[in-house]
Each structure stands twice: as C-alpha cells, then as structure tokens.
C-alpha cells in the first residue's frame, strides 16, 4: 500500500516537513541496522483519536534501547507528548505511528555508540496490513524454512530495525509461494511468531500461545487479547508449539498492530476452515476496545486531545 504523505515528521524535538524529513546517506543505521523502533496505531473514538496503549509502546522502545545501550536523548512523558503533538499537527483521525531511535551521521565503524543518537515520529493512514477482508476470511499461512533468531544472537526481546531481515526473508519466501503470512520457528523448532505478529492457537476452547522464551516479540496486541480472554473466562496457556499443534488447531489467529487480530486459514496447506467463534469472540471485544468502546479497558485508550 503506498504511503500518502502527512504535514509533518517530528525529529528531535522539533515538526519538520514532510519533504523536508531526509537523512543522510551516512546514517549510521541505514547501513548496520542499528535502530530501535515501535509500531503503534491511533484510532478514531467518539472522543477524538486515541493512540492504543502509547505509554506501553514508549516504554518497549526504552526497553530496545537499553538492550542495545542507547541513550535516548527524550524520557517516555515527552515521546508520549511528542507522538500526540504529531498525530494532532498532522491532523489524523486514525493512523499508523512509527517513531524510531537511529544511530546518525557520524563514524562508520561497527560500534554504534559513537554516532549520534536521532530520534523520529512518522505518522501515515495504514488500512488493514493483511487485507481488508483479512478480519472475516482469515489468511493463508505458511511455516517459513527461514528459522527465528534467539536469545543469544540477536535479542527478540528488543524491537530493533535489523532484525527485520529475517522477517523480511521469510514474508518474501511466503509471499512468493502463495501465501499471506509466514510463521517462524526457532532453532530447536518451536513456534516463535510470525514475521510480524504473535500466534495463539485454540485448543479445547483453551488458547494457547508460546512463551517470550520461545524467542517472539512480547507484543503488546498479545498482551491485551491474553487480559481480554482471561477476562472472559477463556484459560490462556504459553507454551511451545509445534507447527502441528497449528495444523490440528480448532482455531488460530495472528495478533499485531499493524495487522490487529487475523484468523489463520490455513498452514502449509491444512485448512482450519472459516474463523471460529473463540476468535471471533476475542476479535469483536478487541476491536470495540480499540474504538474505546469498552470502559474495562479505558485505561488502554490515551486520547492526544
Ligand atoms: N512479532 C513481531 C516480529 C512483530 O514485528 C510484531 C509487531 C509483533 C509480533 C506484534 O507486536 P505488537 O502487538 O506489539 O504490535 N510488528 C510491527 C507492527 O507494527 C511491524 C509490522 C509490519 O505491527
């Protein structure tokens, strides 16, 4: 989906046009891929716009920098205030938001904490990651031959722009084959996550999903469908997975912020047949709460006027 420009970026501090908002070519983490990053959406409530659980996202990003020893020159109250004052001079009802700390213009060798520290806010209209009829039909999926990173090569516990590359391999592998999404495994074979979502599978009526030691991103979609089904009275298991725990499931679904809760259809080729009704169940709240609709869950609606 192209991107249609806003007004404005912030960057360091400061609103700066949107043509205006270019980097040089030196930028440290253009070439190494050493920045840190959030994915986060505003939605459009009777209230005005709300960014979804926008302290819990900032403080993920602090998280990935301290990982990789960032200093960040900007404490979570003001990139919470800075992400507000952007979706307002942007004038968005609903958005895509995207700040990301990056190792500037400065040396090119391999330690990046000599570069500068830069910090930037984008906000843009991102419809449905995985299709507009993603929500109701459910997409087909594949187990990539492309394997997770871990704990001890390049942390899944950080969100940092690098580790993109693997997910890219896998979504394009995917992508190429046929299919919407892959899902990846780690090295001893357990499911990890998708290449940009978290995976629950419904046995019995229990949901399960694998533990952050399986190497996914502790997402914060995962986390709020875990409250929103515990809630409801659903038990919610992590525990490893294997890619036929996906094939026999009753129901599965992918959960992210970008691509917000997706049935699975099918995994290499098992069909799971139309979404169930415990995804279905999950879906219908999730989606109210991200309208701010559910008053249990207020707290997770923060409103940028
Ligand atoms: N796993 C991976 C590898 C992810 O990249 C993401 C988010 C998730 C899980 C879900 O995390 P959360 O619920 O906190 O969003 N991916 C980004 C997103 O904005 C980038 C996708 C293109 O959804």
Redesign the pocket.
């Given at each position: 989906m192209p991107i249609t420009p806003t007004k404005y970026v912030w960057m360091d501090g400061q609103l700066v046009e949107w043509e205006k908002a270019t980097i040089h070519v030196l930028t440290h983490t253009l070439h190494y891929g050493s920045g840190v990053f959030e994915?986060i959406r505003a939605y459009e409530t009777k209230r005005g716009p709300a960014v979804f659980r926008l302290t819990d996202h900032i403080q993920r990003l602090k998280r990935s920098s301290k990982i990789y020893m960032i200093d960040v020159p900007f404490g979570v109250e003001q990139l919470v205030e800075a992400t507000k004052e952007t979706v307002r001079a942007n004038e968005m009802k609903s958005c895509y938001i995207r700040p990301i700390v990056y190792h500037g213009y400065g040396e090119m060798g391999l330690n990046p904490l000599i570069c500068p520290v830069n910090v930037a806010i984008i906000t843009w209209t991102w419809g449905a990651?995985l299709g507009d009829d993603s929500f109701t039909k459910g997409v087909r999926t594949m187990v990539s031959s492309w394997r997770r990173y871990d704990h001890n090569t390049i942390p899944p516990a950080a969100k940092a722009t690098g580790q993109y590359l693997n997910?890219g391999l896998a979504k394009v592998e995917a992508v190429k084959s046929g299919y919407d999404e892959a899902i990846m495994l780690n090295a001893e074979g357990y499911i990890a996550?998708a290449?940009?979502?978290?995976v629950f599978v419904v046995r019995d009526g229990v949901l399960l999903t694998p533990p952050l030691s399986a190497g996914?991103?502790g997402?914060?979609?995962?986390d709020s469908i875990m409250t929103i089904a515990r809630d409801m009275g659903i038990s919610v298991q992590e525990t490893n997975l294997v890619r036929t725990d996906l094939y026999t499931a009753d129901e599965a679904f992918m959960?992210?912020?970008?691509?917000e809760l997706v049935p699975i259809r099918s995994v290499d080729e098992r069909d799971l047949g139309e979404p169930g009704a415990v995804t279905k169940k999950i879906q219908e709240t999730f989606f109210a709460c991200l309208r701010g609709e559910v008053e249990k869950y207020s707290d997770w609606n923060e409103y940028v006027a």
């Open positions: 994915g990651y997910s996550d290449t940009g979502e978290n996914p991103l997402g914060i979609t995962r959960t992210g912020t970008a691509a």
